[in-house]
């Protein structure tokens, strides 16, 4: 009793902030969730009405929503293996015997990582605006007419994959490096003398243990990628023609719009679902290819 009740002395802080921060906040979501919490109770609490799910078949019933769902899982399913690939790509070349200042390299590609996601999409949307920017001018001058890659729904959400992609690859790219410096420099010395080639030790050593690592980064960068919000709220405010309008987007339009906050709970919920169904999804499939044996 004396040793339980010292590890639970020692393990209570740590407890009491996970309580604080994150279940107490989440309890009170999916209370909120099921009220017409709106700015009427905000301003006095008698206004305050249990709906139960009724906000959930609101959101579903939304023909916005269902838009916004199919933006967000396009911007997930191109752009996290997008990402991946390139961290994987990059962390190889660093990782190469043959690459040069490395530290220079890792640095210059971790920067944009660590630099703000939104003085950055400022930045990116005048380099691709479509009569000042520098992009179409550098296709002009190549005698190509570049199109408004911001104000064209066929551009829009290809645009912001591809700075998703270039703010966020840098921090796979490390955690990938870190795991291919822990590959045992045998294992490729012994396949050398067996005669296998670098595809051959890239397909049968490098990618098999990079597995868990792999799983790990997949199940980060696809959470991540589900809570796009920043880049269309600065580069396109969600258009042209609501084609940037993702998931997060619609939550904070609910919320913090039209102050109908018991619907924006219900959107963030229902957000969660979908993440955790992808997630066991990922996870499920992962058991089944060996990367988790």
């Known amino acids: 009793m004396k040793r339980e009740l010292a590890a639970w002395t020692f393990v209570a802080p740590a ?5 604080l921060f994150f279940v107490g906040p989440v309890a009170a979501g999916l209370a909120l969730s099921l009220t017409d919490f709106d700015l009427y109770a905000l301003a006095d609490w008698h206004n305050l009405r249990f709906v139960g799910l009724a906000n959930y078949a609101h959101v579903l019933q939304l023909p916005l929503f269902w838009k916004a769902l199919g933006n967000t899982v396009y911007f997930v399913v191109v752009g996290v293996p997008l990402s991946i690939g390139v961290s ?3 962390a190889l070349l660093l990782h190469s015997r043959l690459a040069r200042f490395k530290p220079l390299y890792r640095t210059a590609l971790f920067a944009p990582v660590v630099t703000t996601v939104v003085a950055v999409a400022v930045i ?4 691709f605006h479509d009569r000042y920017g520098l992009v179409n001018a550098a296709l002009g001058a190549l005698g190509i007419t570049g199109p408004d890659w911001l ?3 066929a551009w829009s959400m290809p645009t912001i994959i591809l700075f998703a992609v270039w703010k966020n690859f840098g921090y796979n790219m490390i ?3 870190a795991a291919l410096q822990a590959i045992p420099e045998d294992l490729y010395e012994a396949s050398r003398l067996d005669g296998a080639g670098a595809a051959a030790q890239l397909r049968h050593i490098t990618l098999p243990l990079l597995g868990p690592t792999l799983l790990m980064v997949g199940v980060l960068t696809m959470a991540g990628y589900f809570q796009l919000f920043a880049e269309p709220y600065v580069m396109t405010q969600g258009g ?3 084609s940037t309008v993702s998931v997060l987007y619609l939550m ?4 913090f719009k039209w102050w109908n906050l018991g619907s924006a709970s219900a959107v963030a919920f229902v957000l969660f679902v979908l993440m955790a169904a992808c997630t066991q999804l990922l996870l499920r499939g992962a058991r089944r290819g060996g990367a988790l044996a």
């Open 15 to 19: 407890l009491a902030v996970i309580v």
């Open 88 to 90: 994987l790509v990059c």
């Open 124 to 127: 990116w949307r005048y380099l």
């Open 151 to 153: 104000g064209d729904p």
């Open 175 to 177: 955690i990938l490096l």
């Open 240 to 242: 042209p023609l609501q």
């Open 252 to 255: 904070y339009e609910e919320g």
